[in-house]
């Protein structure tokens, strides 16, 4: 069962341009991870905010986490062609279960 | 390169047909999971094994059975395959499975089921 669910659902933009990507779920968590996949490529990693954290950065890179309305979201500033991916937010409930994806967002970032 | 290794990359079978897939954990993890995706249900976690022992467990079938064994590689065995069971299997692993931890993915089993 999903979790987390992103939206959108896809996301085309120019090169230079931010892009924004949503993520809504639906029982508290301790966690909420964002991962990135190229097509038909292995998951990886991008930034990771504790239930008690409201924004993070990492390059590019910029989280936010609502609590309170159970949304997070992604910012990737000045985005570069490189930068097309799929987009997913995973969640660690309370309950600690392993991570729960969402179905994730399509970027395409056009040069 | 994630350090994590599954073999093999692609597998086509058919229905009805055993199969057994592969997972080297980076070195050091002792935690491994295995995912399913699939276009219409997305990533789904199947199960998570941690230095031998059962952790947890998702959506997994009676049909497919995993584990973790003393070198800490881990096997996913999938039978009676069906068509449904197409899809993309991934390993991941961690240090130590915790819930605050990030996963290293491998690049994926596809597997065909015709």
């Known amino acids: 069962s999903q979790q987390g669910e992103e939206d959108p659902q896809a996301l085309s933009i120019q090169e230079g341009e931010n892009a924004t990507m949503n993520c809504s779920y639906k029982?508290?968590?301790?966690?909420l991870q964002w991962y990135r996949q190229n097509s038909g490529r292995g998951l990886v990693h991008l930034i990771l905010i504790r239930s008690n954290e409201r924004e993070k950065h990492s390059g590019r890179l910029r989280v936010t986490l609502d609590t309170s309305k159970k949304s997070s979201s992604l910012l990737i500033t000045a985005s570069r062609a490189a930068d097309t991916a799929s987009y997913f937010c995973?969640?660690?409930?309370?309950?600690?279960?392993?991570?729960?994806f969402g179905k994730g967002t399509r970027l395409s970032v056009i040069a | 390169d994630s350090g994590v290794t599954q073999t093999p990359k692609h597998l086509i079978t058919a229905t009805g047909q055993r199969v057994t897939l592969r997972c080297s954990p980076r070195?050091?993890?002792?935690?491994v999971y295995w995912y399913q995706q699939s276009l219409d249900q997305g990533l789904q976690f199947l199960i998570q094994?941690?230095?031998?022992?059962?952790?947890a467990k998702g959506n997994i079938l009676e049909r497919f059975s995993a584990q973790q064994f003393p070198d800490l590689h881990s096997e996913l065995n999938l039978s009676s395959l069906e068509l449904g069971d197409s899809a993309l299997y991934f390993c991941?692993?961690?240090?130590?499975?915790?819930?605050?931890?990030?996963?290293?993915f491998g690049s994926g089993t596809q597997l065909s089921v015709l």
């Open positions: 070195s050091g993890d002792l935690s």
């Open positions: 094994y941690y230095n031998g022992e059962e952790r």
């Open positions: 991941a692993s961690s240090t130590m499975g915790g819930t605050n931890e990030k996963l290293f």
């Open positions: 029982t508290s968590i301790n966690n």
């Open positions: 995973a969640t660690v409930t309370t309950g600690n279960t392993p991570l729960v």
